[in-house]
């Protein structure tokens, strides 16, 4: 039998953390699974265990060194670290404009989207290089490739997110790490519910809005995180695969909600 791989997922309560802790375990990881929501942290783990698997919890902000600190003397504990999901990240504290926004929302967008990816990084990848293998996934978004009113900031923040996966993983390749990140969009989640997205719009329009005429489930993202940490992806290093439901594809070909035409074309009736 093989060894037990030995997996941290951030923010790996809720969301797509949580599909992708629950996904992981179910795949046959030991998760050590952090997050700052107490009691959702512990229903993970119980659901995680009541499954068959095994979790670790680390409760706890991410943006906290001590709260790292943990999560490293937690892997050390156990001896090895084979994959990290760095999936927490926020479009929050978000401003109307960039011109209404404040040094002190930058600072935080930055700290929940960029600073902790490389702080946890730095601080876990020693033991990877050691083993002479490991995978680390980040979660960066779709909003890193493209254009988006009053989201600068966290679209700059999640750019570095994907520019920080390609150089890495030029950096690492020789010791057996691969780097890669998924960048999603559309996820029905509690940041980006479903309800919240269609608040007020035409449930109709949907299909005119996401290529494949859904919004995203937990699992969808964390099948691809699932893949990208796995040994099934062991020549891919340095990408951040879209996963997005077409949206990245289509840009700004959004079809018309009358099904004539694209909205990008204002000759078309
Ligand atoms: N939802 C989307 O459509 C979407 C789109 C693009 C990118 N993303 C990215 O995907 C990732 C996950 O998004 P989501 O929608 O699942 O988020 P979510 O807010 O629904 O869930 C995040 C999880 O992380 C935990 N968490 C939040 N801040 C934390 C912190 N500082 N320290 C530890 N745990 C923390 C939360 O308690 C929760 O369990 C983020 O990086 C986000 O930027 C999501």
């Known amino acids: 039998m093989s060894q037990q791989r030995i997996t941290v997922v951030t923010g790996g309560a ?25 009691a959702a942290t512990e229903k ?3 659901e995680i265990v009541e499954a068959g698997g095994r979790a670790v919890p680390v409760i706890g902000d991410v943006v906290d060194d001590a709260v790292i600190e943990r999560i490293v003397s937690t892997v050390r504990e156990l001896g090895r670290v084979d994959v990290l999901v760095n999936n927490v990240g926020d479009f929050r504290p978000a401003s109307k404009t960039f011109l209404h926004s404040t040094p002190e929302q930058w600072q935080r967008l930055y700290e929940l989207n960029l600073l902790h990816v490389l702080k946890l990084t730095h601080a876990l990848l020693p033991m990877m290089v050691e083993q002479g293998s490991g995978a680390i996934v980040n979660n960066s978004t779709v909003e890193a490739f493209r ?15 994907s520019a920080f996966t390609k150089s890495l993983a030029v950096e690492v390749g020789a010791h057996g790490v691969r780097v890669n990140a998924i960048a999603p969009d559309l996820a029905d989640t509690p940041q980006t519910s479903a ?6 719009r035409d449930p109709d329009l949907v299909r005119h809005w996401i290529p494949l005429g ?12 699932a893949f990208l940490a796995s040994d099934e992806a062991r020549f891919v290093t340095g990408h951040t695969v879209p996963v997005d439901g077409g949206t990245l594809a289509a840009s700004g070909w959004y079809a018309r909600a009358d099904g004539k035409g694209w909205s990008n074309m204002p000759d078309t009736p």
């Open 147 to 161: 254009g988006i009113p009053a989201g600068a900031p966290y679209s700059a923040y999640n750019a570095g997110v």
């Open 44 to 46: 993970a783990c119980a």
């Open 14 to 38: 809720l969301g797509i953390g949580g599909a992708t802790s629950r996904r992981l375990a179910a795949d046959g990881d030991l998760v050590v699974l952090n997050d700052v929501d107490e």
């Open 214 to 225: 859904r919004f995203g489930r937990v699992d969808d993202y964390a099948a691809v995180i």
């Open 195 to 200: 309800e919240a997205m269609l608040r007020g």
